[in-house]
Every structure is written in C-alpha cells, then in structure tokens.
C-alpha cells in the first residue's frame, strides 16, 4: 500500500510565495520520477513540475522561472517552491510519483489526494 500525502497549500496574494511538500509512504522499493499537477476548475490536469531520480527537472513554460521542484529522497518528498504567484496559478495541486513496491514489481503512477492553492489578485 503506497499514500501520496501533500501539505502546504492555502491562499496567498498575488506576488507571494507558497511552498508544497509530498511525502510517498508505505511499501516502496524505489522512485523514478515525482511531479506536481495542477488543475482549475473547467481545465484539464496539467503537468507543473518533474523532477528525475538523478535531479534532472522540466517545467511548464507558465512557471518557469517562477517555480522551484526539489526532492529529498532520503525522505521520499519532493517540494514546489511557488514564488511571484499570479491568480492564474490558482489550482488544486496534485503531486505524483513513478514508483515501484518491490524489486521485481513495475513502475506505476500514484496521485496524491491534491491540496488546493488560491491566489488572490
């Protein structure tokens, strides 16, 4: 059994900063790639962040330059650092993670519950 657990959204205005944070727990051999998501209300899911194993990031253009991913993978948690935010970010964010259980299981996508960041103009 594997849990995606997200903290650290809320409203914020305009200009400021919020940071997110995903722990994955439960039976986990190792992780590939961890990523944050965002959906507003009417949209489809989009991809924000990715980051690899190794440290290798992609970005949407929409946040580049604005967003920071990070992962510590001692702890199985990746991070968004949002700064500079615009109500356009204003979305329910969802991290994910490739992960396998065991050492002979594949790799398959797990979603965290999603936690909801509100910027106000």
């Known amino acids: 059994q594997v849990q995606l657990v997200e903290s650290g959204g809320g409203l914020v205005q305009a200009g400021g900063s919020l940071r997110l944070s995903c722990t994955a727990s439960g039976t986990i051999f190792s992780i590939n790639a961890m990523g944050w998501y965002r959906q507003a209300p009417g949209k489809q899911r989009e991809l924000v962040a990715a980051?690899?194993?190794?440290?290798?990031?992609n970005y949407a253009d929409s946040v580049k330059g604005r967003f920071t991913i990070s992962r510590d993978n001692a702890k199985n948690t990746v991070y968004l650092q949002m700064n500079s935010l615009k109500p356009e970010d204003t979305a329910v964010y969802y991290c994910n993670a490739d992960l396998r259980s065991t050492w002979y299981g594949i790799f398959r996508d797990y979603w965290g519950q999603g936690t909801q960041v509100t910027v106000s103009s």
């Open positions: 980051i690899t194993g190794g440290g290798s990031t």
